[in-house]
Structure formats: C-alpha cells, structure tokens
C-alpha cells in the first residue's frame, strides 16, 4: 500500500480514520526527509480512551515536529498503554474487557464507619471514595465510641495505601497492604465534578454532594457499572429516585434469610431407628450414657449440636463426636425434674433444658441463646451463674454488660460511678435476682425477709456490672461473663469482647435478633447471628434458640397477636 502524501496540516489535527497500518512485506518507497514511513507508536490515552477506546489500536504517522495538545485530567479507570507485539496486545485487549466488566463501587461514609475494612471487601471490582467522604470521616474520627474508633482506623489504613506514592490519580492497587482478595484499585475524587442534579435538592447536605459524584461518574463513565453503596435506606432511595444505582453493603451479612440460622436443635424422623439402629455401641461414663451409632443423617450432625425424638423410642441427647457416618450420641440431664433445679429453677420445656444442659457444662466456653422476650434466657443464665459462682465455685464471680441503646428518647447523662450509671439499664438484672430469691437456693420461699435481704447481699457483691466502653485491654480470669442484648453488637465490637475471656472463664450471649435498636444492623449483619454461624461446630460452644415462651399468658399472647 502506498504511504500518505505530505500532511498539509499538523499532525494533531490528521483524521485518524483514514489511516491504515502498512504492512510488513512492502518495502517503503523514498519518502520526504520530513516523513518517515509509518509506524504503530504508542498514542497518548488521556483524551481518547474514555470516548473512543479503540483509538489505542490506531496506528499514528509520525512526522519530524509532532504537535501536542494539551491533556486533561486522567480519568481514574484509565487503561495503560498497548505494547507493540500481538501477544500484548492480545492480552491488552483481555484486560480491556475485564476492565469494562468490573463495577467502580463509590462508598458512603457509614458503610467505612460500619466496617472500617469494608475497603478490602470488593474483590476484583475498584472503590471510589468522594471528597465529601473523606470529611465525614475527618469529622467524626475524635471521641472514644466505635465509630470513632472505626474512623480512625479507616484513616490509618488509607494513609498506609497512599504512602511513597508520587500520584494517586491513576489509582492505588487495594492488594498493597497484603489484602490478596482485593485485585480492584482505590480512586479518589481528585478534580471537581460537574452536578447533574435537579436544582431543588440542596448541594450543601453531605448526602446531596455524594449523589452528585456518583451522577458525574455514571455520566464519565457510560461503559461502566457505577454502584453506590450506602447503609442509609433513605440514601438508597434518592439514587434509585434520581436513577442510579444503590446497593446495601452485603458483605457484613452472615446469611440473606434468618430462617436458615443455626438453631442448636435438630428433630430426627420417625425411621431413624431403622436407619441407625444398627450396630450401635452403648457406655457409661460419668453418670452419662454414650452411644456410638452410624446412618447418612450423622455426616449432618454438628458437635455440641441436640437431637430428640419423641416417638415410641423416645431420645433427647448431644452430640459429642462426629467422623463421618458415625457420631457419637450423649444423654442429657433432666433439669425439668425438680431434683436437678438450678438455683431453684427448673426447666419448662425442652429447649430450656437444652439451655441449662450447655450453661451448666464445665467444658462449653461460649453459649449463645436465642429467642423472644420471655422465653427465659437471662434467668436460666444467672441461675447458673450464681450456682457455679457461690456454691460449686467454679467461677469467681459474674461480670454483666449490655449494649445502651434506648428505646425511646435518651434520658441523658446519668450520674454516679460506672456501675450506677448502668444500673438503669439493668432492670432486667434487677428483676430476674428477685425471682432467684424468693427463694433460698433449694427450691422452696420458706426464707424470712432478713434471710433474703443478707441473700441478696452476698448475690451482689458477686455480680459486676461493667460498660462495653472499658472493656478494650482487658482479661477476665476464672470469670461468668454475660452479654446481654447481644442483638445490638456489631460483629467488630462482639469479637472485641469475647476475645477478653481469659483462662477459665464462661461467656454467655443473650439476645433477640427480633428487637434491634442499633442503626445501620440487621438481623442478618447483627454480631449475635454472627457468632452464632462462626461458632457452630466448636467443641467448646454451644447454641439454642428458645421456642416458646414462659412469662406469662398476657406475654404469650401479646407476642404472637401484637
């Protein structure tokens, strides 16, 4: 193919498309010493790639004074320059593609504030922070909350990201910090962006001007999937109102329905004799009968997991041990007969057995329980602390806590020192030590007022009541610790606490999953359900979620009309 005539015009202003690549076999003809023959060279990107990405392949004539037009701002998604050989190219052209297929996710302050490593959770897709994020996250990083504490610690982790590099308009690879997962790139809002949105919505709200930069990104970038993501609901409904795309942040979610959470209880069918009553090996040891049995229903078996059948072979047992199609069975004791009362308590029904069977057990470290108001989880829990705290002496006393989150209108500041001021967030404390003692520890009221007064004395010098705020730093010996409202803990501030538990201590999680009061949790993103998951199968741990309640009729009722 003959090469181009003499340009009449500079360089920068050539219609590109005219142009085709020589190819290889023809040799050049003698050309004018100002041309020299033509050559695919790298072509600068900065103003094409965003409107015409297939300019990057277009071979250019180089002439001997080549003009430049002056460049913009480089876009954050910016692809690289080609090679030359078609095996680079080749390969170019694939991550060109796998660019134009990952999403560009902009995060909204509260979901950094909710997971400070909610940076590193979106894999191979990139993460775009406004300039209006980062002064949120200025704004709130003083105080000693969570949140403040979650801020700082996003800081801390974008300053580490952003260290020894020169430029960060091109993007900084989230992987830096050894983060394997996360294969995207981390853009900031380094230029202003022009506002698409309608004039009656005030650009002077935080939330306004994030809208604003997801607009203009959804606008730069029309190739591309630009996703905000926020864990405030109203947010989410003024991008889908405006048109964009909004998303939850999903990736603190244990499961996507609570109907498949670990319930700690597994009912076994009516021919599971048939099935497992073969070759069973039956001991005892310790009071306790153990039977080795095997079936396909025992690969589905968790450790510490209950099964009960109530047909005319009845069985309520534990399992102990699972290899395989074998699992090793154990029976329980009866805490509904008087006999074995706790504290004078005794069980009502089957899961509150279960319950006193976990909390009661020496070698259980983490006992989670679930289930609505009622249903006995705080008294069934100090009956046992106080048992195995005054009379077996197996812990030396009990330290309780619990999320302060009101349910009304917040009351204040509350005078005194930390125990008094959470003594009103105690009531159920208060009102489950007085049904424990009505009686005198064995199961009868026959104690006289003075007898019950010196009781209750002695119950709480044993009984600590401490704030969630104090708890960093420290180690709990030989201790019953219980958390109460465990519903309303994140999962970050769940494994801050139990993480405190030193050698030989117990620790307990209460809750309804029903009942949150926290912003921005769910019942699938709530740390309850979140240490129920993790959990589950731990030979150490143990779960049940109560069924019914026992309050009262009045209660029963309420809750199921109500």
Not at 41 to 50: R, S
Not at 414 to 440: I, S
Not at 507 to 525: H, K, R
Request: glycine share 6%; charged share 25%.
């Amino acid at each position: 193919m003959p090469l181009p005539k003499l340009p009449s015009r500079p360089a920068t202003l050539l219609d590109l498309s005219t142009v085709a690549e020589p190819k290889p076999a023809i040799e050049p003809k003698k050309v004018p010493t100002l041309v020299t023959p033509v050559t695919p060279v790298a072509k600068d990107i900065t103003n094409t790639t965003a409107s015409n990405p297939s300019a990057l392949l277009t071979p250019v004539p180089t002439t001997a004074k080549l003009e430049t037009r002056p460049t913009k701002p480089v876009a954050s998604h910016a692809v690289k320059q080609p090679a030359a050989s078609s095996a680079k190219k080749g390969a170019k052209s694939r991550r060109a593609v796998s660019a134009t297929t990952t999403k560009l996710f902009v995060l909204d302050t509260n979901v950094l504030m909710h997971d400070p490593t909610s940076l590193f959770r979106f894999e191979e897709h990139d993460v775009y922070l406004p300039m209006m994020t980062l002064e949120e996250l200025d704004h709130h990083k003083k105080g000693m909350s969570e949140v403040a504490r979650n801020a700082r610690q996003v800081s801390r982790s974008l300053d580490a990201l952003v260290e020894d590099l020169e430029q960060i308009d091109q993007g900084i690879e989230l992987n830096r910090l050894g983060n394997k997962d996360a294969i995207g790139k981390l853009f900031f809002q380094t230029t202003a962006l022009a506002n698409h949105l309608p004039d009656d919505l005030p650009m002077g709200k935080a939330d306004n001007q994030i809208l604003g930069v997801v607009s203009a990104l959804q606008r730069q970038f029309a190739d591309r999937e630009v996703v905000l993501v926020s864990k405030d609901i109203n947010m989410r409904l003024k991008a889908r109102a405006l048109g964009l795309a909004a998303e939850d942040y999903f990736n603190d979610h244990v499961l996507e329905d609570t109907d498949l959470l670990y319930t700690g209880a597994q009912v076994l069918p009516e021919d599971f004799w048939n099935k497992h009553g073969k070759d069973i090996e039956s001991w005892q040891q310790g009071g306790i009968t153990f039977y080795r049995i095997k079936g396909p229903l025992c690969s589905q078996f968790l450790v510490n997991q209950f099964v009960y059948f109530d047909g005319s072979m009845p069985l309520h047992a534990q399992v102990r041990e699972v290899s395989g199609k074998t699992a090793v069975l154990a029976t329980l004791r009866d805490y509904t007969h008087a006999k074995n009362n706790v504290w004078g308590i005794t069980a009502r029904n089957r899961e509150q057995n279960f319950a006193m069977n976990l909390l009661m057990d020496p070698d259980v470290d983490f006992v989670s329980l679930l289930g609505q108001a009622g249903t006995g989880k705080t008294l069934l829990t100090l009956a046992a602390a106080l048992t195995q705290v005054l009379e077996t002496k197996r812990y030396t006393e009990i330290i309780m806590t619990r999320v302060t989150v009101p349910v009304g209108e917040d009351i204040g500041f509350l005078p005194g020192t930390e125990e008094e001021k959470m003594l009103p967030w105690m009531g159920a404390l208060e009102d489950n030590l007085d049904v424990l003692n009505m009686g005198d520890g064995d199961g009868n009221s026959s104690g006289n007022d003075w007898g019950r007064a010196a009781t209750m004395d002695l119950i709480r010098s044993r009984i600590k009541v401490k704030s969630l705020n104090f708890m960093r730093g420290r180690t709990f010996l030989n201790k019953f610790l219980i958390i109460d409202e465990a519903q309303n803990l994140t999962p970050k501030q769940m494994k801050t606490l139990i993480t405190r538990a030193g050698p030989g201590t117990k620790v307990v999680c209460l809750g309804n999953i029903a009942q949150i009061d926290t912003p921005y949790l769910t019942e699938g993103s709530s740390g309850l359900t979140f240490v129920v998951d993790r959990f589950k199968g731990w030979p150490h741990a143990g779960h049940i979620t109560l069924q019914r309640g026992e309050r009262s009729r009045l209660a029963d009722y309420a809750g199921d009309v109500l």
